[in-house]
């Protein structure tokens, strides 16, 4: 979808506030928040996914219709074996006890990411979810895993590639939207709401292709700490925001 696409929706009419469409989400600080209690990294872990829920269900009530949640980068493999494994866990554990929460929101869940290195149950677990899902008429839940935007880049290349070679694909006929609609997130609006917890101001190889035009609000609250009054100033700080795509301001 096109970056200047109307920011108005139907959330809006209701709030009176412009409600993002597509919020994208770096959820940040588990360690630490482990780290200031004395716990192990798992702990934060386990705190950062019950924040999960209250979220989701808010955003979806609220009308944005996609929530993109950084949930594991390509990178994090480099953790320590238990603390990888330990997410991988509570990723199974999640998609299990969220899924009542998501089919009573009409929710549509979409695993973001590289399939290839993902353990083979996590995987089973996604695809179960996706399909148990695939009807919902809500907000698109899409969980980044094993993601990196570099490689998603890459791999769009790729198989935009292969189709000029196969003669599907005229090369004098690629736009923006042809590179958009080879990737993960093809089909959902570009996120207009980029929030990162713990205070760091970069993108971590998130999204980078959609979050072209995307406003940033960055919190120092930690995630397991995230709740729905910061969920609520970030939405205030991007209905604050004057949007001009590159042009200028309205008079
Ligand atoms: C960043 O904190 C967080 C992660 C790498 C993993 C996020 C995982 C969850 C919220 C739990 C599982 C997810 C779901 C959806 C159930 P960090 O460890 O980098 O924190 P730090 O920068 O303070 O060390």
């Not at 970056?3 to 009419?13: D, F, L, R, S």
């Not at 760091?200 to 919190?219: D, K, P």
């Not at 729905?228 to 004057?242: C, E, K, P, S, V």
Request: aromatic content about 6%; proline content about 4%.
């Amino acid at each position: 979808m096109s970056a200047t696409a109307a920011t108005t929706t139907e959330a809006q009419q209701h709030t009176g506030m412009p409600v993002p469409q597509h919020v994208a989400i770096i959820m940040d600080g588990n360690g630490r928040w482990a780290q200031r209690r004395g716990l192990p990294r798992a702990a934060g872990h386990q705190a950062g996914s019950r924040v999960v829920r209250p979220i989701v269900e808010t955003c979806a009530q609220r009308g944005v219709q996609a929530l993109t949640l950084y949930s594991f980068s390509s990178e994090n493999w480099s953790r320590p074996a238990d603390e990888v494994a330990a997410i991988m866990l509570l990723l199974q554990e999640h998609l299990r006890n969220e899924l009542p929460m998501m089919l009573a929101n009409g929710i549509r869940f979409r695993r973001l990411g590289r399939r290839e290195g993902m353990p083979a149950e996590a995987l089973h677990m996604l695809d179960e979810t996706e399909r148990a899902t695939a009807h919902g008429r809500g907000m698109h839940l899409v969980l980044a895993l094993n993601y990196g935007a570099r490689a998603e880049i890459t791999d769009a290349v790729r198989d935009i590639a292969n189709k000029v070679r196969q003669g599907e694909l005229d090369p004098a006929a690629i736009t923006e939207a042809t590179i958009s609609d080879h990737l993960g997130t093809a089909g959902l609006p570009d996120p207009d709401l980029l929030i990162r917890t713990a205070g760091q101001w970069r993108v971590s190889n998130f999204l980078l292709w959609q979050i072209s035009y995307a406003e940033m609000h960055v919190t120092e609250t930690l995630w397991p700490d995230f709740n729905l009054q910061d969920l609520d100033r970030a939405f205030r700080d991007f209905a604050g925001r004057q949007r001009t795509f590159g042009g200028l301001k309205a008079k």
